[in-house]
Nanobody, 126 residues
Framework: QVQLVESGGGLVQAGGSLRLSCAAS????????MGWFRQAPGKEREFVAT????????YYADSVKGRFTISRDNAKNTVYLQMNSLKPEDTAVYYC???????????????????WGQGTQVTVSS
């Protein structure tokens, strides 16, 4: 399993932008499907976005489609989440996750992901 460390969270005003990064250790990063999930206070953790091992395939939750972009740089063992037009309802702890299962890309199910970061807090003020 890869080890994952997120960074880039913080406090931003509504309408602003943040870019989250997730650095992975291990030589097999390029074979992993990567995803971002988030958990708001008092709510279940939910799917945000996934990206295929090649970076060609990307999937998004309806709530973030058109505002968030997931990308990866396999040479740097890093996956990113660019978040634009942020809303107060985007406030959550954001988690990076990795999966060796190809179907994780389209199933968007947390159970498919075996590697998780510690999370980074994103707070959007109104």
């Amino acid at each position: 399993q890869v080890q994952l460390v997120e960074s880039g969270g913080g406090l931003v005003q509504a309408g602003g932008s943040l870019r989250l990064s997730c650095a992975a250790s291990g030589r097999s990063f390029s074979s992993y499907v990567m995803g971002w999930f988030r958990q708001a206070p008092g709510k279940e953790r939910e799917f945000v976005a996934t990206i295929s091992w090649s970076g060609v395939g990307t999937y998004y939750a309806d709530s973030v489609k058109g505002r968030f972009t997931i990308s990866r740089d396999n040479a740097k063992n890093t996956v990113y989440l660019q978040m634009n037009s942020l809303k107060p309802e985007d406030t959550a702890v954001y988690y990076c996750a990795g999966s060796r299962r190809l179907q994780a890309e389209t199933r968007k199910t947390q159970a498919d992901f075996g590697s998780w970061g510690q999370g980074t807090q994103v707070t959007v003020s109104s």
